[in-house]
């Protein structure tokens, strides 16, 4: 009887973590490469979820570039749009670099300046495990990358942009040859949201 109960009790917690996986909010970037779709963690980075959903309900990614891909290390984009024509913000986004979730393969962070709390509009999806860019102390040198999301679909389009033929733009390296363009990001409703739908 006690290994039933242990079962069904695994069962349950098993059962609550899809569960929550699926109430998750979403993001599709439409790139001229393919889909990727992220899947947001506002229990963990509210402040930055709701800064990154600001950001594509107001449009600012459509057209935008990845503009910064490295094979084994990450794709950075949002900052920029064609021929490497910044994008104008003045967000300065709370770093929650300190919420236990790591730069792993498939994350998706805030990228910033030297300032640990600089973030603004610019994210960047790790191609690799980076431990180096995670959390170690409330230090300019330990603060970390703030993670807030994953890709949970279109890591083949990831990998496949992280490779493109890329050299330097004035004061900038690692820029795609031919430009990687994010040509919509559009917010899409939770899987159990549309699930049982025709």
């Known amino acids: 009887m006690k290994s039933l109960m242990l079962f069904l009790g695994f069962l349950f917690f098993g059962t609550a973590a899809f569960a929550q996986s699926d109430l998750a909010e979403r993001v ?14 506002r229990e963990n980075a509210p402040i930055t979820v709701d800064s990154f959903l600001e950001n594509v309900d107001a449009g600012t990614y459509e057209g935008s570039l990845f503009h910064r891909v490295m094979p084994n290390f990450m794709i950075q984009g ?21 919420n236990g979730l790591e730069n792993l393969r498939g994350t998706v962070a805030m990228a910033r300046r030297a300032d640990p709390h600089s973030a ?5 999806i790790n191609v690799v495990d980076n431990v180096a860019l995670n959390h170690t102390s409330k230090t300019p040198q330990g603060w970390g990358y703030a993670v807030f999301g994953r890709v949970v679909e279109g890591m083949d389009v990831a990998d496949a942009i992280s490779k493109v033929a890329r050299g330097r733009v004035g004061a900038f390296g690692d820029v795609p040859d031919e430009p990687v ?6 917010r899409v409703a939770p899987r159990s949201a549309t699930a049982g739908e025709e």
Request: aromatic share 6%; net charge negative.
């Open 28 to 41: 599709v970037l439409e790139t001229n490469h393919g889909t990727i779709v992220i899947e947001l963690d």
């Open 78 to 98: 949002g900052g920029f749009m064609p021929e490497m024509k910044p994008i104008e913000s003045d967000k300065s986004v709370t770093n929650e670099a300190d």
């Open 120 to 124: 603004s509009i610019q994210f960047f």
């Open 181 to 186: 363009v994010i040509e919509s990001a559009k």
